[in-house]
């Protein structure tokens, strides 16, 4: 059934290369500018999607909002980075997948529905991103897709609805460069400065002590050398 409406939605990719883990390569701009594009990493996970099915996860406890993701997890073409190989294999020869998708705001996800068109539309969308960390020797930062809209018409995938998922100590605003194997001294800082405090300095308060000792000292030897003084 055709929609009457467009709705908006970001462009996401979570993979892979020969050689890294997974990771996220592209998500929706308001995310990555939130510092909370990797949850898209951590949220989305599970076997290869069957065909003609797309998956769709309800996110709450965001600063940005609640969403819904609407993804697939497939195994990544070779076509994707221009290779003659039919699918892509790391190192270890296993499968490269892909979880690529959407993300769309909870309030327009009401009737949400998605085709093969729009994950058409999404892959166009994150090969550039893709092919820049097949590439790469090094980690590569997230990129941040923009908005685009659903097509509104051909076949909708069958939904599977995974269970909803909400987020608790999410920050408004998480560090954007990736956690060091190797922590530096940046990585953890020092404790707070303490506040000050309204009591004498210590080393004062002993040197008035000994000189009232010493005081008390030569007096006592004074009075021993000249017992008339008493």
């Known amino acids: 059934m055709a929609r009457t ?9 979570v993979s892979t290369n020969a050689t890294q883990g997974f990771v996220t390569i592209l998500a929706p701009q308001f995310l990555v500018e939130a510092g909370v594009a990797d949850l898209l990493r951590r949220v989305t996970d599970g076997e290869v999607t069957p065909e003609g099915a797309v998956n769709l996860l309800a996110v709450t406890g965001l600063p940005t909002g609640a969403l819904v993701l609407a993804y697939r997890i497939s195994v990544a ?4 980075i221009d290779s003659p190989d039919e699918i892509l294999f790391d190192r270890q020869g296993r499968r490269i997948l892909l979880v690529e998708g959407v993300v769309v705001e909870a309030t327009s996800a009401i009737d949400l529905t998605i085709g093969e068109a729009d994950f058409a539309a999404v892959r166009v969308a994150y090969r550039p991103a893709f092919r820049r960390v097949w590439e790469a020797n090094d980690e590569v930062p997230v990129q941040a897709s923009l908005a685009i809209g659903l097509a509104a018409q051909g076949a909708a995938l069958v939904p599977i609805r995974k269970p909803a998922i909400h987020l608790t100590g999410v920050p ?3 560090p954007q460069r990736a956690a060091s194997p190797n922590p530096t001294p940046d990585d953890h800082p020092g404790p ?3 506040p000050p405090t309204t009591d004498p300095p210590t080393l004062l308060v002993l040197l008035v002590v000994l000189g009232g000792v010493l005081t008390f000292l030569l007096l006592a030897v004074r009075l021993l050398d000249h017992p008339d003084l008493a």
Do not use: H, K, M
């Not at 409406?5 to 990719?13: E, G, Q, S, V």
């Not at 073409?77 to 994707?80: E, I, K, R, V």
């Open 5 to 13: 409406t467009t709705i908006r939605a970001w462009p996401f990719l």
């Open 77 to 80: 073409p070779g076509a994707l």
């Open 172 to 174: 408004a605003r998480l």
């Open 192 to 194: 707070p400065a303490l």
